[in-house]
């Protein structure tokens, strides 16, 4: 498809001014808060196994809250259902900004970003099948290797210090929001047992009243909308839908722009708000006490033996690569478009392969699909399995590019005249594609830190 002026459509080419804004400051939150996931996964392996696992079991294990009302939970299904659903509610803000105001709001543009992010859906949960039902396993955990962790690939990102230009964290962060969103699709329709309706019934007045509130009356302050979504969260959950849904729900409610101007946009705004609680505390704590995994030699070689994960560890290291590379080149191939100016195919190969990091949603779907603790325990070992791999392999591809990296950073960053505004987004080049300066910043209002370039690990580079 070419562009309406004539030209083929740019894939990864430059990000608009408040594009790459909003990007910027959802990935510098998003790295922090990967490295503080990194960190709290870590303390989990060293805890679980060491001669403190009884404290680290009776820990997570330890159920405080309301029985009445059917919230006598353990910490670990607190972690799992009450603090994703903010992980969720972020998501479902990102997924209504990016229909509404982002890059996926044009059809022609979504495509290929869309279709990467459905076949690295669809492959790694094919790849699961195939390899677990040849060896006499299940179906049970198809949907284990679907998502991408956006947190855990920004903190590798962090940690080698790569340059990836912000089209291509763009890319990864549309990736992973997709995903997030198929990934309660699945959680909503393929894990849910028993229904009662009187109180999901309940659920849907709340978010209709949310809805009318943020809406269409405009109500401001986080005491209305705090306690209404506390209501919400607890009816979903006594309704037997996993409680996460009721988080993306709210934020797929939120209003993506406001009078059709730039600078207000509560779903943006609050996506800013809440992401830190989200990456920072909700993320890691579940995995703090998700990913408390024994790292034995029987553990790891369940992996490697029993049919179910394997196919958990194969999809997500080398169905995810399949489905993201596949699906973009094809789109690619048949949409006519073609990649940002200094990019190739290989860069989506190596993006491909850090999308196979699945990690967090993929332990939330596996605690889903294996309730028995011991299968739980080994799907869990072949989500670290599956997704180290794809890390590592991500790291030695993207590191290979790195100068190149460096070169596209350093010429979007620059800034000689120090007034906050790259240059390449003031220069005379009508040919640019995505060049076109804003006339509004959304975060203009913020006092800004320092006029000195940002560092990669500050902003999107």
């Not at 196994?49 to 997570?60: F, H, M």
């Not at 006594?238 to 406001?258: C, D, K, N, P, S």
């Not at 999308?355 to 596996?366: E, Y």
Request: proline fraction near 6%.
């Amino acid at each position: 498809m070419p562009h309406r002026n004539g030209r083929p459509r740019t894939f990864l080419g430059r990000l608009p001014l408040p594009e790459r804004i909003f990007v910027a400051d959802a990935l510098r939150t998003e790295t922090v808060g990967g490295i503080v996931l990194l960190t709290a996964a870590a303390a989990a392996l060293v805890w679980a196994n060491t001669p403190l696992r009884n404290a680290y079991e009776a820990v997570r294990d330890f159920h405080f809250g309301i029985g009445a009302l059917g919230l006598d939970l353990s910490v670990a299904h607190w972690t799992a259902e009450g603090l994703l659903a903010i992980f969720f509610f972020v998501a479902g803000a990102e997924l209504k900004r990016e229909l509404v105001v982002g890059e996926l709001r044009d059809p022609k543009a979504a495509t290929v970003p869309v279709v990467a992010a459905l076949s690295g859906m669809a492959i790694p949960a094919l790849v699961y099948g195939i390899v677990a039902t040849a060896g006499g396993g299940t179906w049970n955990g198809w949907a284990v290797p679907m998502a991408t962790d956006i947190a855990f690939a920004l903190g590798v990102l962090a940690v080698i210090d790569t340059h990836l230009p912000s089209a291509l964290r763009a890319f990864l962060l549309t990736l992973a929001i997709v995903d997030d969103l198929g990934a309660i699709i699945v959680i909503a329709l393929f894990y849910t047992s028993t229904i009662h309706l009187p109180a999901l019934l309940g659920a849907a007045l709340g978010l209709g009243l949310f809805y009318v509130l943020h809406t269409r009356k405009h109500v401001h302050g986080w005491y209305w909308y705090v306690p209404l979504a506390l209501v919400i969260w607890g009816l979903t959950h006594a309704g037997g839908v996993h409680a996460t849904v009721a988080g993306v729900a709210m934020g797929l409610l939120l209003r993506a722009a406001e009078d059709g101007t730039v600078g207000h946009r509560p779903a943006e705004h609050i996506a800013h708000l809440v992401r830190p609680i989200s990456a920072g505390v909700a993320v890691p704590l579940f995995a703090l006490f998700a990913a408390g995994v024994s790292v034995s030699g029987d553990t790891l070689g369940a992996v490697i033996t029993n049919p179910e994960p394997l196919g958990v560890a194969l999809g997500l290291a080398a169905g995810k690569v399949l489905g993201v590379f596949g699906g973009t080149y094809l789109a690619i191939r048949f949409t006519r478009a073609r990649l940002g100016p200094g990019l190739a195919l290989a860069d989506v190969l190596a993006l491909a392969m850090l999308a196979g990091i699945g990690f967090t949603v993929s332990l939330l779907i596996g605690e889903l699909a294996y309730p028995d603790p011991a299968q739980q325990e080994h799907i869990k070992a072949a989500v670290l399995v599956g997704s180290l791999t794809a890390a590592l392999v991500a790291c030695v591809l993207l590191r290979l590019r790195n100068n190149k990296y460096r070169r596209l950073y350093e010429a979007e960053t620059v800034d000689t005249n120090a007034d906050g505004i790259p240059d390449i987004y003031q220069a005379d080049d009508a040919t640019a594609p995505h060049g076109d300066l804003a006339p509004e910043n959304p975060y203009a209002d913020r006092p800004r830190r320092s006029r000195r370039p940002a560092s990669p690990s500050e902003t999107d580079g």
